[in-house]
């Protein structure tokens, strides 16, 4: 099967993007719609009901380096959140602590990573963990 170049990769990201993914609670995009290679996006993610993220809105930044999709992006959050798998000095994810990027393949995408931390974040361990205040960021 033949690779998919990365930029009509992440044009296809951007499409997706842009429509919404599922329910509403993740979403992404271009942070400069000007920027040709697609490299810099915004993610948010709304906290999963029923935890201790409930009603918060949760912003990151995702960057696509020149392998991607051959190898994960790096994601930020702004928002100061406590997850086992987030530096708690600059908002980096971890990525040897969070499978969807420790497992990373081709197959994977900006959605996968995003829905992905929302599920973390209401696994049991995580969804009653202490959060810093609402609006604080790194």
């Not at 992404?28 to 490299?39: F, P, T, V, W």
């Not at 906290?47 to 380096?65: A, D, F, M, Q, W």
């Not at 190898?71 to 499978?99: A, C, M, W």
Request: net charge neutral; hydrophobic share 35%; with cysteine.
């Amino acid at each position: 099967m033949a690779k998919i170049p990365r930029n009509f990769r992440l044009l296809e990201e951007l499409e997706k993007g842009e429509k919404g993914i599922g329910d509403g609670s993740c979403s992404y995009g271009l942070e400069d719609g000007d920027d040709i290679m697609m490299s810099n996006w915004n993610g948010t993610i709304i906290g999963p009901g029923h935890t201790v993220h409930e009603n918060r809105i949760y912003s990151l930044k995702i960057h696509c380096g020149a392998t991607y999709p051959d190898d994960p992006p790096t994601v930020h959050f702004i928002s100061r959140v406590n997850l086992p798998f987030v530096n708690q000095t600059n908002g980096k994810v971890e990525l040897t602590k969070l499978n969807v990027l420790a497992k990373w393949n081709r197959e994977s995408s900006i959605e996968t990573v995003l829905v992905s931390i929302r599920r973390e974040m209401a696994a049991f361990n995580n969804r009653k963990l202490p959060q810093p205040p609402e609006g604080s960021v790194f």
